[in-house]
């Protein structure tokens, strides 16, 4: 059974930095893509990033290029996300998710999920 389990939430100022990390479980995860995603009060979740567990290529959502970084560690079956100048807009509940094949920015796509966890950016 594939399990995702986020970590690293918490309250930061605005233009801080916060480090998420996801521990994946449950399988193998070659030829999979692990995504982070977002969901703000009130709105849709939304996809942030994306890795290939296979060669590492990354995908961006345009809002976070240059700001954040996805990484893995395959040694650990774990994803990373490096947000850095963050913003009050940044503001989520962020979730890690894995899927097969390829890339994809719609959470529908995904198959597992995490439980999510809670960054708030003060302003």
């Known amino acids: 059974q594939v399990q995702m389990v986020e970590s690293g939430g918490g309250l930061v100022q605005a233009g801080g930095s916060l480090r998420l990390s996801c521990a994946a479980s449950g399988r193998t995860f070659n030829g999979y893509i692990m995504g982070w995603f977002r969901q703000a009060p009130g709105k849709e979740r939304e996809f942030v990033a994306a890795?290939?567990?296979?060669?590492?290529?990354?995908y961006y959502t345009d809002s976070v290029k240059g700001r954040f970084t996805i990484s893995r560690d395959n040694t650990k079956n774990a994803v990373y996300l490096q947000m850095n100048s963050l913003n009050p807009e940044d503001t989520a509940v962020y979730y890690c998710?894995?899927?097969?094949?390829?890339?994809?920015?719609?959470?529908?796509?995904?198959?597992?999920w995490g439980q999510g966890t809670q960054v708030p950016v003060s302003s």
């Open positions: 998710a894995t899927r097969y094949g390829s890339a994809s920015y719609d959470p529908s796509g995904y198959s597992y």
């Open positions: 890795i290939r567990w296979s060669g590492g290529s990354t």
